[in-house]
T-cell receptor, first 113, second 113 residues
Protein backbone atom coordinates (compact mmCIF):
# COMPACT_ATOMS: atom_id res chain seq x y z
CA UNK A 1 0.00 0.00 0.00
CA UNK A 2 1.78 3.06 -1.30
CA UNK A 3 0.59 5.97 0.79
CA UNK A 4 2.88 8.41 -1.01
CA UNK A 5 3.44 8.42 -4.76
CA UNK A 6 5.85 10.42 -6.85
CA UNK A 7 4.79 9.34 -10.32
CA UNK A 8 7.65 10.95 -12.23
CA UNK A 9 10.85 9.01 -11.62
CA UNK A 10 12.86 11.64 -13.49
CA UNK A 11 12.65 15.23 -14.68
CA UNK A 12 14.99 17.21 -16.90
CA UNK A 13 14.93 21.00 -16.91
CA UNK A 14 17.02 23.75 -18.48
CA UNK A 15 18.99 25.98 -16.15
CA UNK A 16 17.02 29.10 -15.24
CA UNK A 17 13.64 27.50 -15.90
CA UNK A 18 11.13 26.26 -13.34
CA UNK A 19 11.23 22.72 -11.98
CA UNK A 20 7.96 21.27 -10.69
CA UNK A 21 8.04 18.04 -8.71
CA UNK A 22 4.77 16.38 -7.76
CA UNK A 23 3.61 14.15 -4.93
CA UNK A 24 0.28 12.45 -4.27
CA UNK A 25 -0.81 10.87 -1.01
CA UNK A 26 -3.74 8.84 0.26
CA UNK A 27 -3.78 9.44 4.03
CA UNK A 28 -5.76 12.55 4.92
CA UNK A 29 -4.43 12.45 8.50
CA UNK A 30 -0.91 13.66 7.72
CA UNK A 31 0.00 16.76 9.76
CA UNK A 32 3.00 17.94 7.79
CA UNK A 33 4.76 17.32 4.53
CA UNK A 34 8.49 17.49 4.05
CA UNK A 35 10.72 17.52 1.01
CA UNK A 36 14.16 15.98 1.18
CA UNK A 37 16.98 16.27 -1.32
CA UNK A 38 19.49 13.51 -1.88
CA UNK A 39 22.80 13.47 -3.71
CA UNK A 40 24.42 10.15 -4.71
CA UNK A 41 26.22 8.33 -1.91
CA UNK A 42 24.85 10.76 0.68
CA UNK A 43 21.91 10.67 3.04
CA UNK A 44 18.77 12.75 2.38
CA UNK A 45 18.86 16.34 3.64
CA UNK A 46 15.84 18.37 4.70
CA UNK A 47 14.83 21.01 2.14
CA UNK A 48 11.45 22.55 2.93
CA UNK A 49 8.21 21.65 4.69
CA UNK A 50 4.57 22.63 4.86
CA UNK A 51 2.01 22.18 7.60
CA UNK A 52 -1.33 20.60 6.71
CA UNK A 53 -3.07 23.84 7.72
CA UNK A 54 -1.28 25.86 5.07
CA UNK A 55 -1.44 25.80 1.31
CA UNK A 56 1.88 27.42 0.48
CA UNK A 57 5.33 27.79 1.97
CA UNK A 58 8.19 29.64 0.35
CA UNK A 59 11.90 29.61 1.10
CA UNK A 60 14.08 31.41 -1.39
CA UNK A 61 13.94 29.62 -4.73
CA UNK A 62 11.84 26.80 -3.27
CA UNK A 63 8.06 26.87 -2.86
CA UNK A 64 5.82 24.03 -1.79
CA UNK A 65 2.11 24.03 -2.56
CA UNK A 66 -0.42 21.82 -0.80
CA UNK A 67 -3.87 20.96 -2.17
CA UNK A 68 -5.53 18.97 0.60
CA UNK A 69 -8.75 18.29 -1.26
CA UNK A 70 -6.78 16.69 -4.08
CA UNK A 71 -4.26 15.12 -1.67
CA UNK A 72 -1.51 16.58 -3.81
CA UNK A 73 1.55 18.67 -3.18
CA UNK A 74 4.20 20.08 -5.42
CA UNK A 75 7.66 21.56 -5.07
CA UNK A 76 8.58 24.45 -7.34
CA UNK A 77 12.19 25.45 -7.87
CA UNK A 78 12.76 28.70 -9.70
CA UNK A 79 15.14 29.48 -11.18
CA UNK A 80 16.59 25.98 -11.40
CA UNK A 81 20.37 25.65 -11.07
CA UNK A 82 22.69 22.77 -12.04
CA UNK A 83 23.45 22.27 -8.32
CA UNK A 84 19.79 21.40 -7.81
CA UNK A 85 20.36 18.13 -9.72
CA UNK A 86 19.51 15.44 -7.17
CA UNK A 87 16.76 13.05 -6.12
CA UNK A 88 13.86 14.74 -4.33
CA UNK A 89 11.68 12.84 -1.87
CA UNK A 90 8.27 13.81 -0.61
CA UNK A 91 7.85 12.66 3.02
CA UNK A 92 4.69 13.33 5.02
CA UNK A 93 4.19 12.47 8.66
CA UNK A 94 1.93 12.91 11.68
CA UNK A 95 2.46 14.38 15.14
CA UNK A 96 1.40 11.16 16.87
CA UNK A 97 3.62 8.95 14.73
CA UNK A 98 6.78 9.09 16.83
CA UNK A 99 8.69 11.00 14.17
CA UNK A 100 7.99 8.43 11.47
CA UNK A 101 8.05 9.72 7.89
CA UNK A 102 6.48 8.00 4.88
CA UNK A 103 8.72 8.52 1.87
CA UNK A 104 7.77 8.54 -1.78
CA UNK A 105 10.15 6.81 -4.18
CA UNK A 106 11.70 10.04 -5.32
CA UNK A 107 12.07 12.08 -8.49
CA UNK A 108 15.49 12.51 -10.02
CA UNK A 109 15.91 16.08 -11.19
CA UNK A 110 18.52 16.94 -13.78
CA UNK A 111 19.16 20.62 -14.45
CA UNK A 112 21.11 21.15 -17.65
CA UNK A 113 23.32 24.22 -18.18
CA UNK B 1 33.09 16.25 12.07
CA UNK B 2 30.19 14.15 10.75
CA UNK B 3 26.88 14.68 12.57
CA UNK B 4 25.49 11.18 11.94
CA UNK B 5 28.08 8.61 11.01
CA UNK B 6 27.49 5.04 9.92
CA UNK B 7 30.00 2.26 9.56
CA UNK B 8 30.71 0.50 7.36
CA UNK B 9 29.75 2.39 4.21
CA UNK B 10 29.78 -0.78 2.13
CA UNK B 11 29.22 -4.34 3.28
CA UNK B 12 29.35 -7.42 1.07
CA UNK B 13 28.64 -10.71 2.78
CA UNK B 14 27.39 -14.21 2.12
CA UNK B 15 23.94 -15.56 2.82
CA UNK B 16 23.57 -16.93 6.31
CA UNK B 17 26.14 -14.65 7.89
CA UNK B 18 25.50 -12.30 10.83
CA UNK B 19 26.53 -8.67 10.47
CA UNK B 20 26.21 -5.37 12.31
CA UNK B 21 25.94 -1.76 11.18
CA UNK B 22 26.91 0.94 13.62
CA UNK B 23 25.50 4.45 13.91
CA UNK B 24 26.61 7.35 16.06
CA UNK B 25 25.31 10.92 16.25
CA UNK B 26 27.03 13.88 17.91
CA UNK B 27 24.08 16.29 17.65
CA UNK B 28 22.75 15.66 21.14
CA UNK B 29 19.48 14.34 19.68
CA UNK B 30 17.36 12.02 21.77
CA UNK B 31 15.72 10.02 18.96
CA UNK B 32 17.41 7.76 16.42
CA UNK B 33 16.01 5.80 13.49
CA UNK B 34 16.85 3.09 11.00
CA UNK B 35 15.43 3.36 7.49
CA UNK B 36 15.83 0.88 4.65
CA UNK B 37 15.93 1.94 1.00
CA UNK B 38 14.96 -1.02 -1.14
CA UNK B 39 15.53 -1.71 -4.82
CA UNK B 40 12.45 0.33 -5.72
CA UNK B 41 14.02 3.32 -3.96
CA UNK B 42 11.40 3.62 -1.23
CA UNK B 43 12.78 4.67 2.14
CA UNK B 44 10.90 2.77 4.84
CA UNK B 45 11.27 3.12 8.57
CA UNK B 46 12.38 0.04 10.46
CA UNK B 47 12.95 1.19 14.03
CA UNK B 48 13.13 4.28 16.18
CA UNK B 49 14.56 4.73 19.66
CA UNK B 50 14.01 7.60 22.07
CA UNK B 51 16.49 7.84 24.95
CA UNK B 52 17.39 4.18 24.47
CA UNK B 53 13.73 3.09 24.49
CA UNK B 54 12.24 1.34 21.46
CA UNK B 55 9.40 3.47 20.08
CA UNK B 56 8.74 2.22 16.56
CA UNK B 57 9.18 -1.36 15.44
CA UNK B 58 7.73 -1.78 11.97
CA UNK B 59 7.01 -5.14 10.41
CA UNK B 60 10.61 -6.25 10.25
CA UNK B 61 11.83 -9.88 10.47
CA UNK B 62 13.10 -10.94 13.89
CA UNK B 63 16.50 -11.41 12.29
CA UNK B 64 16.89 -7.64 12.58
CA UNK B 65 17.66 -6.44 16.09
CA UNK B 66 18.47 -2.85 16.97
CA UNK B 67 20.53 -2.03 20.02
CA UNK B 68 20.94 1.36 21.63
CA UNK B 69 23.67 1.37 24.31
CA UNK B 70 23.14 5.11 24.84
CA UNK B 71 21.18 7.85 23.16
CA UNK B 72 24.06 8.72 20.84
CA UNK B 73 24.32 5.23 19.36
CA UNK B 74 21.91 2.94 17.54
CA UNK B 75 23.33 -0.22 16.03
CA UNK B 76 21.60 -2.68 13.75
CA UNK B 77 22.39 -6.37 13.96
CA UNK B 78 21.19 -8.73 11.27
CA UNK B 79 21.23 -12.51 11.72
CA UNK B 80 21.14 -15.16 9.00
CA UNK B 81 21.37 -12.70 6.15
CA UNK B 82 19.22 -13.35 3.08
CA UNK B 83 19.48 -12.11 -0.51
CA UNK B 84 16.43 -9.90 0.04
CA UNK B 85 18.23 -7.98 2.78
CA UNK B 86 20.39 -6.32 0.14
CA UNK B 87 19.58 -2.61 0.35
CA UNK B 88 20.90 0.70 1.56
CA UNK B 89 20.35 1.26 5.27
CA UNK B 90 20.16 4.80 6.60
CA UNK B 91 20.50 5.89 10.18
CA UNK B 92 18.94 9.20 11.23
CA UNK B 93 18.43 11.25 14.36
CA UNK B 94 16.12 14.02 15.52
CA UNK B 95 15.15 15.84 18.69
CA UNK B 96 11.81 15.02 20.34
CA UNK B 97 10.42 13.24 17.24
CA UNK B 98 10.68 16.53 15.38
CA UNK B 99 10.86 15.65 11.68
CA UNK B 100 12.21 19.06 10.69
CA UNK B 101 15.44 18.31 12.44
CA UNK B 102 15.95 14.87 10.94
CA UNK B 103 19.60 14.34 10.10
CA UNK B 104 20.53 11.30 8.05
CA UNK B 105 23.76 9.42 7.85
CA UNK B 106 25.27 8.72 4.45
CA UNK B 107 24.01 5.15 4.34
CA UNK B 108 25.39 1.63 4.38
CA UNK B 109 25.06 -0.36 1.17
CA UNK B 110 24.58 -4.01 2.12
CA UNK B 111 24.98 -6.63 -0.57
CA UNK B 112 24.21 -10.25 0.25
CA UNK B 113 25.63 -12.78 -2.20
Amino acid sequence: DQQVKQNSPSLSVQEGRISILNCDYTNSMFDYFLWYKKYPAEGPTFLISISSIKDKNEDGRFTVFLNKSAKHLSLHIVPSQPGDSAVYFCAPGGYNQGGKLIFGQGTELSVKP
Amino acid sequence: DTAVSQTPKYLVTQMGNDKSIKCEQNLGHDTMYWYKQDSKKFLKIMFSYNNKELIINETVPNRFSPKSPDKAHLNLHINSLELGDSAVYFCASSQDFTPYGYTFGSGTRLTVV
